[in-house]
Each structure stands twice: as C-alpha cells, then as structure tokens.
C-alpha cells in the first residue's frame, strides 16, 4: 500500500478533492494508495476538520514554535516518515502549504514530492500570481503540477491547465476559475503518477 500525506495551510480545498478522488471505485481498482495523514503548519487551517471528519491522521506542526527552517523541516519529516511502509516511500503533496522547504528536506523526497502552483509555470512563481496574470494582459490563466525542486515553483511539469482571463475578472474570480480546474487535475495527476511509479 503507497501511503500518501498531504500537506496544507489552509482551506484544503485541493485536499478535500483529492481525498475525494481516493475514495471512488476507480481510484482503489486501480491503485494500491492512500491518503494516510494531513499535516498543517498552522493549527486553524479549515482543511483539517474535513480530513478527520473523514477519519484521516491530522498532525498540526506550528512552524512559529520551531528557531529556524531547518529545525521546523527536520520535524516535518519526522511526522512524514512516520507514515513510511517498508518498501513504499510515502508519496507527498504540497496543496496550498504555503511554506518555503530547505534544500535538504526536497532532496529527501526527491522524485515523490508534489505541488500544485495557481500560474502556467514558468510564467508567474511565488505569489499573487493572480492579480500579476491580470496586470500583464495575459488572456489565460492556469494551473501547473509539478515536481518540487529547491528552487520555489520549479521543478518537472506533470500537468498543466488552461483557464481563460474574461472581460473584468478580478484577481478573486480568475482564482475560482482557477481553483475549479485544480481540484480536477491535481487528483488526475496524482492518480497518473502513481501509475507509471
Ligand atoms: C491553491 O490555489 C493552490 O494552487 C495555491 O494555494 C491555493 C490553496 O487552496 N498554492 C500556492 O499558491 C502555492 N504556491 P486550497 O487550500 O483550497 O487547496
């Protein structure tokens, strides 16, 4: 069984769908994986009571109690490792963890660490990327799965989505746009890696 843990600072939006997904018929026929644990580095994060509503392992770790990145990095992997099976590394996905990860922690899970990035990577890294699409005239948005690499929103493109920019978005209605492409494609991207892994 490939134990997969999911990482989220916030709603968990792109969690709950993928959570979802793991739960169908298709996926279980298909795949021998699960969605064993969610960790949020912050302990309001809404996305956490969906997944123990659902009976998945929720770990809170505070990343403001830890002295530096490393330290903070070190411990997540420890509570990562945790859900390790001989044989199986844990698979993990970055959904909305809004946290920047040490060099030695992507290397660790080189190859079976995800993140999902709300812009047609290579256009538009790090943040806001929303309102940067709109203030350039770009006539679409999108989204890009890819593999995490230590330099921030790099790293091998595993899927990509198209979303058209319409007359007067704003940065809040292209981002919905956005969201609803995520939650179809990062599950199918998952699924698609697991496949051929
Ligand atoms: C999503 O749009 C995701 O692409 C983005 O944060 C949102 C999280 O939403 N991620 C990043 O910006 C990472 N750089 P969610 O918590 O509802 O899944």
Redesign the pocket.
């Known amino acids: 069984m490939r134990n997969i843990v999911i990482l989220?600072?916030?709603?968990?939006?792109?969690?709950?769908?993928i959570v979802k997904a793991a739960q169908r018929d298709a996926w279980r026929e298909k795949l021998d994986a699960r969605i064993a644990a969610v960790i949020s580095n912050r302990a309001d994060?809404?996305?956490l009571a969906f997944a123990a509503g659902l009976g998945i392992a929720t770990v809170v770790l505070d990343h403001k109690l830890f002295d530096s990145r490393e330290a903070f990095d070190t411990a997540l992997a420890a509570q990562i490792d945790h859900y390790e099976e001989p044989g199986s590394p844990v698979l993990v996905v970055?959904?909305?963890?809004?946290r920047i990860l040490t060099p030695g922690f992507v290397s660790r899970y080189a190859g079976r660490l995800l993140?999902?990035?709300?812009s047609l990577l290579p256009a538009f890294p790090?943040?806001h990327?929303h309102q940067r699409a709109l203030d350039e005239g770009c006539k679409v948005a999108g989204?890009t799965v890819h593999q995490v690499t230590a330099e921030l929103?790099h790293g091998a493109i595993l899927a990509q989505a198209v979303v058209p920019v319409l007359p007067g978005d704003t940065a809040d209605a292209l981002?919905a746009r956005?969201?609803t492409q995520?939650h179809l494609i990062y599950p199918r991207a998952i699924s698609d890696l697991l496949q051929h892994s």
Do not use: R
């Not at 970055?94 to 809004?98: R, T, W, Y």
């Open positions: 989220i600072s916030g709603t968990g939006s792109n969690m709950a769908a994060a809404k996305g970055l959904a909305g963890f809004m993140n999902i990035h709300p790090g943040l990327t989204l929103d981002a956005v969201l995520e």
